[in-house]
Each structure stands twice: as C-alpha cells, then as structure tokens.
C-alpha cells in the first residue's frame, strides 16, 4: 500500500509545487544545516537534533499558520524532492506576502528550476491566493538569485540593511509574471 501524497497545489515546466510532509523531514534538516545554504538565506545552520527538528515538522504540519505556507519543490521527471518554496508576513487585508526559495538539492542548481519555481509560485500567489502584491529580500551579492527574480517578474526597488546584511527589496504584481514556455530555463542561470 502506498501512503497518501499531497496533491500538486501548482505545477509548472519543470516542478509541481505540493503540500510538505513528514518524509520531507530529513532532506530539509540536511539544507538547513548545511552552512553554504545558511549564508545564501543569511542565516546560521540550525544547530538542533535531526529528532527535534523532525517534531517541529510535525507541529507545523497539524497546525499550520494562517500567515505562513511551505511547499516542497518536486520535480516533474522523477517526483524528487528538491527544496522548498514559502510565502510569509501573509497580510490578507493588504493582499501581499513575502516570498522565500531555496533549492537545496545541488544537482538542480544553474538548470531552470529556480525560475520555474518563481513563476509557477507566483501564478499560484495572484491566482490562487489572491495577492495584490509579492515581494522578497535577497542578499546583494546574490546575482544569480537576482537574475531569477528578474526573469520571474520581479523588479528591484531599493537596498535595504537588516540584522546586519545587505539586501535588494524586490516586488512584483499580478501583471509581471512571466509566462512558461519563454524558453530561459536551460539558460543556467538560477
């Protein structure tokens, strides 16, 4: 018998976009741990058991926040669990959200994934959810994240410091998302 799978919430090109669980659980421990991963997220690796962090999993998926969402990137080809992608700071009255990405699966860096995990998340955000507006920081020397956001849709619109790292403040609205099929996704470049 095999167990029951979330169902795709989106799908694009390359990826669908579906619902987190528990076998998800090592593999995002492993990113989160990982210290090149952390910096690109300016974070530190999580220091936590596997076992705690596996129980936090846990509680997040049975009570999931109104204002925060997770969802496994998984590809197409062979149903492999790739990285995850969120939105948070969820504000339903002003229709926006951040986004986050993180493609933690090396041999998917530099390959079209990246993008086509941006555009089919946002066509989902302004679709689905109902966002008038998305926006996201992503570290100044992060060129190749930049160069996803762009070719997603987004625009930059300032720097900004916080916690003591240089970020570019991106947004994007309903009417900037690119479309599939554009033919960037073996370009390399995310």
């Known amino acids: 018998m095999t167990a029951t799978r979330p169902p795709a919430v989106a799908t694009g090109r390359l990826i669908r976009l579906r619902g987190k669980r ?3 659980g090592e593999r995002d421990y ?3 741990a990982d210290p090149e991963l952390a910096a690109y997220d300016a974070a530190r690796p999580i220091t936590m058991s596997l076992r705690s962090f596996i129980t936090s999993l846990g509680d997040e998926l049975r009570y999931p926040s109104n204002h925060r969402r997770t969802l496994a990137i998984e590809t197409i080809e062979d149903a492999r669990h790739i990285g995850n992608v969120m939105y948070y700071g969820y ?3 002003a229709g926006e959200a951040e986004l986050g990405i993180t493609i933690g699966d090396r041999e998917y860096w530099s390959q079209g ?3 086509d995990t941006v555009r089919t998340m946002m066509r989902y955000l302004f679709n689905e959810v109902g966002l008038k507006r998305v926006y996201l920081h992503t570290l100044t020397w992060n ?3 930049q160069e996803c956001f762009r070719r997603s849709g987004f625009t930059a619109v300032r720097e900004v410091r916080r916690s003591g790292y240089d970020f570019v403040y991106m947004e994007a609205y309903p ?3 690119v479309a599939d099929g554009s033919g960037d996704a073996a370009d390399g470049d995310d």
């Open 143 to 145: 060129y190749r994240a």
């Open 175 to 177: 009417g900037d998302v």
């Open 30 to 32: 492993s990113w989160r």
């Open 22 to 24: 528990m076998e998800d």
């Open 113 to 115: 994934y990246g993008t």
């Open 91 to 93: 504000d339903p009255r």
